[in-house]
């Protein structure tokens, strides 16, 4: 056992060190016996030593004297070379110079020496210096440094005289260092040139940055062109957005602009409506008043009529007296005659009025058929309705009479069967009117809608896409929810039909971006009562980047969204295409371009209804505006046609209600009775004539007189009434020329509404729903001059939608302005901001969108295995360091203390620590999920834009972000023999300058301790301007502390230490420098 230990203690002793050509040593052999003190003033070449030293040990050729000179701007051909830095003099040393530093060991193990070492050569003062390693085993005596009293060349340089086999490659020659000098872990590489660094340090992060933990700091060169594309394309995708609103803007405003010219429209067909009865009102009246002139003149010609009568009758009595004059025998008989005369003339009149009822029915009878005829109805003849106005042959009077009622019998008939059946057709043909309009108006909104580029998707799919909208919205995510159709396009045009129609309803399913998939869920789960049909493409779960076959639909369909082609592929990537139906059988499900379907064994045709209104693609609502204005035109045929049915039935209708059968068979005879009267009262006026022909002389004389001047007063009469009758006439003709003007105005705004139902319907219903209930309490002329100045008032807003400072111009010159566009201002313009708002939304933003999602996958990539997991790993590491530390300050005191490191993370960036330390952090894991992205939002926002700082600070800042040292905190406990422990944070501030950096040493010989702990290897330390600002006391309680661990310790002081530390080192040297040149010398104390 005591042998076994003692093999562990072997060492490898550093014995002594060549130095050729090394800085101000020409050719100095120093020898070290056990540790070793270097002493000497500034600048005598103490620290040189250790460089050299350190060169051999690390082959690092890059960076020496760190502690002694911080800028550490000495390096390899500045030693080889000898570099003075005078005036016009950079080198001591001229032309090619050899160099050579070589290092002996003693192995106690095989009682044995070897030397590693380096031969360098400076061919010139700009060309790099050529190093060439090698490792004898052998004694410095054995290698020839010198060459005929020159330093040797790398071939004049041998070992026991012969060659030396350089090792050429410097990473194999420290490979065979690190075995050689006791199989050494690689961290003696970096522990070796922090230790020669360290010097004293006020902080305990500053000791572990620059002694325990090496600096790593991750590359982020790709991460960062990744962020900038990634900004780029938010940055693209952000104006696309602007651009998009602007455009919304744009065509909300023309929205406000057509809403206006609606308004201005339905307020127009108001006062056309109002105009329109109006006129027909002032004809009412007029005829009103034509018929009360034509009472008044009928009545003015029977009164003139009567007094011709009475004047005749007159003329007659004055004729009689003169007869009587001659002759009064027969007075009686005149008398009785007189009698008979007057009752007849009574009876006649009394026929007259009936006569001329019966001609106003015969009247009304003659336009009924007319109307009829229209129809193709013909109850009579015309020539048998005009029969019944006239009397019968004297001699065939009875027979006539039973034909006239025949026909009245033939006319009630046709109303008790023919004209319920008109009145029903009638109503049918208004309730198919009234369809036909309704279907009109729908489809002029639909077109109004499908002008502004807005599909009539179902309602369904509608209203839950508006529900995740609105969640979204409230939720504060930025992200666009589809429908399937807006992403998709068919690339060739002959499978249309086919794919709308086998799509069907999954068109209108919804996509969203994986991770608000469940959100959209969530929304559809809360609202399944309502809700049906509609479908969420489960984006999470759908497989991408699968390729169609070539003969499938899903080959001629392409989307720049990855999930909407990825669904398309799904469905459709299984239905073949075939050319003809005979094909269909050979393939499970295939389709024609007529759309016939094999499925399930089942061949069948799908419904035109499914596919012949497209969805899909870009240009499907120009397909969707001509089919309908299509139907919007055939429509508008069919109403005309049938309003012209419904004017007939109407007519027909009217013209029956003014035919009173009744009446006709109740004066069917009248003619025959007023021919009979006519014949009675001839023979009246015979027997008066002859029964006045007999009075007195003196008698017919006074009654002559008087009959006469009653004749003048009736003549009189007649005259004035004859000048009445004339200026009634005059006036019912200006009142008929005045109706037939009305009657052109009222057809003229008649047909143009007719026209406006045509073309303008939703408008035409509106105005009209206003105008009747307007109408309930209001006359046509009082609502027409209310609604009059609104048209002014609706011109005047308009105006200053189009004009205004927030107008439509306004808005798309800015438009213009902003985004370079060189679109046509004012209305005209209208189609090029709505085709590039189509465009962007279904085509631009979602591109953008599909690029974005690329890039923050690719960037998520690099981030998570270029920096998250590399500074991840890193921050591992260092724990792992601190546990090794840790693990070789385990039962280590100095006195009665005992130190332990403990790591932490900066608590400036906690966020970023966690977010890097997180379980979510690492491979296979969504970095861009919500929950990870709602977590850590700010933190990689902060990081990202640290990353790419750009400003005098950037590269600085990127150096801080990227060394993992930087998201970390330290501090040290402080163990007592007697259990209490301190935190050196808590202490620093009451204890001394010295007392501080004991902590720091003890760390460093703990590493080096625990580096050289399996034994047979090399026990050296190496310290540069050790102990600064310790006592004495606490420097000699270190070195016993050192040498307790069995440690080689070079180290090199002032002088002004060289009693202190002299006593604790088996050689103390002194270096001197004598002008250009310097010496070692041992000191004895």
Known sequence: MQEEARMENQKKILTRVQLINWHYFENERISFHGS????????????????????????????????????????????????????????????????NVALEFYEEKGDRYFVIGVHMLSADEESQVVTRWYMEECRLEDLSFMADGHAALADEFRVKNKKITYIDQKNAARDRFKRRLGNLDDKFFDIIPKSLAFKPMDHVKEFINKFVLSEARVDVVSLRENIETLSELESILAVSRRQQEALEKILGKYGEIEEKDHSILVNDILLDLARRDAAKLEMEELEKRI????????????????????????????????????????????????????????????????????????????????????LEYRPVTRREAELLGKAGESDGGAAADGGKAQIVERLETFARKEQIELQEKGVLLKAEMKHVSDEIEECQGRLKNL??????????????????????????????????????????HTWNNAIEGYLNTQKFYLVVEP???????????????????????????????HEPDQDSLAAVVKSENRYAKAYADYILGRVKRCADVHELEEHAIAM???????????????????????????????????????????????????REQISIYDAVLESGRQVNLEVLRLYLNVPEVLRDLQDQLTVARIDLKEAE??????????????????????????????????????????????????????????????????EEGLAYREADEKYRQN???????????????????????????????????????????????????GLTGIPDYREALQKLKGVEIVRYEEKLMAAKEDCEQIFRSDFLSKMKENIEGAKNEFRSLNKALDSIY?????????????????????????????????????????????????????????????????????????????????????????????????????????????????????????????????????????????????MDFFNGLGLQVILATPPAKIEVIGEKVGTVLTAIRVGQSSIVEEYDL
């Not at 869920?521 to 999470?540: M, S």
């Not at 003549?715 to 009434?721: D, F, W």
């Not at 807003?797 to 798309?812: F, K, T």
């Open 894 to 1038: 100095y006195g009665d203390d005992s130190y332990r490191f403990k790591i932490t993370f900066d608590k400036r960036k906690e966020g970023l620590y966690k977010m890097i330390t997180s379980e979510n952090n690492q491979e296979g894991i969504n970095l861009w999920t919500s929950a990870f992205e709602e977590e850590y939002r700010e933190e990689m926002s902060d990081l990202f834009e640290k990353l790419m700082t750009k400003d005098d600070n950037g590269q600085k800042i990127v150096e801080e972000y990227t060394d993992y040292r930087s998201y970390l905190d330290y501090d040290i406990e402080i163990h007592k023999r007697d259990g209490s422990v301190q935190r050196f944070s808590d202490i620093y501030g009451e204890k001394s300058g010295s007392e501080t950096q004991v902590p720091y040493y003890v760390a460093i010989a703990a590493s080096f301790y625990q580096l050289y702990r399996y034994g047979n290897s090399v026990r050296i330390m190496l310290l540069d301007e050790a102990f600064d600002k310790m006592d004495d006391e606490r420097i000699q309680s270190m």
């Open 592 to 642: 024609t371009p007529d759309c016939m379907l094999y499925q399930g064994y089942v061949v069948r045709h799908l419904n035109p209804r499914d596919y012949e209104n497209p969805f899909i693609g870009q240009n499907a609502y120009r397909v969707q505006i001509g089919n309908v204005r299509r139907q919007i035109e055939e429509k508008v045929q069919k109403r005309s046609s049938l």
């Open 515 to 545: 991770e608000y998939y469940v959100v959209a869920l969530e929304v559809y789960d809360r609202n399944r009562k309502q809700i049906h049909t509609a479908g969420i493409i489960n984006t999470r779960k759908i497989p991408t980047g």
């Open 36 to 99: 070793t003190l270097i002493s000497g003033e500034n600048t005598a070449g103490k620290s040189t030593i250790l460089d050299a030293i350190q060169l051999v040990l690390t082959t690092n050729t890059r960076r020496f004297n760190v502690a002694a000179n911080e800028k550490g701007n000495r390096n390899l051909k500045g030693y080889v070379r000898c570099k003075i830095g005078n005036v016009g003099e950079t080198y001591l040393r001229k032309d090619a110079v050899p160099a």
């Open 451 to 492: 002008e502004k580029r807005v599909l009539p998707y179902p309602e369904y799919a509608r209203k839950l896409k508006e529900l995740v909208e609105k969640e979204f919205a409230r939720r504060g995510i930025r992200s666009t929810v589809y429908f399937l159709s807006e992403l998709l396009e068919i690339t060739d």
């Open 291 to 374: 018929r009360l002139n034509g009472q008044a003149l009928e009545s003015d010609r029977e009164s003139s009529t009567e007094l011709e009568k009475q004047i005749t009758a007159l003329d007659s009595q004055i004729l009689a007296i003169n007869v009587d004059k001659e002759s009064n025998h027969s007075n009686r008989m005149r008398e009785q005659a007189q009698r008979r005369i007057d009752e007849l003339k009574r009876d006649i009149d009394g026929k007259n009025e009936d006569n001329k009822k019966l001609a106003f029915q015969i009247r009304c009878l003659m336009n009924y058929l007319n109307d009829l005829a229209k």
């Open 693 to 758: 022909s007999d009075p007195t002389l003196i008698e017919l004389n006074i009654k002559l007189e008087g009959k006469e001047k009653e004749r003048h007063d009736k003549r009189q009469q007649q005259k004035a009434l004859e000048k009445e009758i004339v200026r009634l006439e005059e006036q019912i003709g200006s009142r008929q020329n005045a109706v037939k003007e009305k009657n052109r105005e009222y057809e003229a705004i008649r047909e143009a509404l007719e026209r406006k139902s045509d």
């Open 775 to 825: 109408r309930k309490s209001k006359q046509p002329g009082t609502i027409a001059e209310n609604y009059a100045p609104r048209g002014q008032q609706l011109l005047n807003e308009r105006e200053r939608l189009l004009n205004g400072a927030e107008g439509l111009y306004g808005l798309q010159m800015r438009f213009n302005q902003e985004f370079a566009a060189d679109f046509v201002t």
